[in-house]
């Protein structure tokens, strides 16, 4: 079973900052992607950036600037650090992992269960 877990969400003011982290933990080989979507109240999912395997970072349309992800390899880690928060980054922001979990390039697409942000005042 592969588990993602995601930690770090809650309720910010405008102007504010949180880092969401997300730990894989299960049986794969290796990943090969992981990164952050987020959901808006009453829009679809959007990318709000990802990393993959071999530390090439790629964001969403409009992420670039006030959103980060960093990894930590060796604890299966990703982060999401958000800056200068505001009232329309509010959504649920959802863990996604592309793991290989066999031979040759046998992969599986995950989704964590979600953390709600919420940026108000």
């Known amino acids: 079973q592969v588990q993602l877990v995601e930690s770090g969400g809650g309720l910010v003011q405008p102007g504010g900052s949180l880092r969401l982290s997300c730990r894989v933990s299960g049986t794969f080989l290796d990943i090969r992607i992981m990164g952050w979507y987020r959901q808006p109240p009453g829009k679809q999912r959007e990318l709000v950036g990802e990393i993959t395997s071999g530390g090439t970072i790629n964001y969403g349309d409009s992420m670039t600037g006030r959103f980060t992800v960093s990894r930590d390899s060796t604890k299966n880690t990703v982060f999401l650090q958000m800056n200068n928060l505001r009232s329309e980054d509010t959504a649920v922001y959802y863990c996604?992992?592309?793991?290989?979990?066999?031979?040759?390039?046998?992969?599986?697409?995950?989704w964590g269960q979600g953390t709600q942000v919420t940026v108000s005042s």
């Open positions: 996604a992992a592309q793991l290989r979990i066999g031979s040759w390039d046998n992969t599986a697409n995950y």
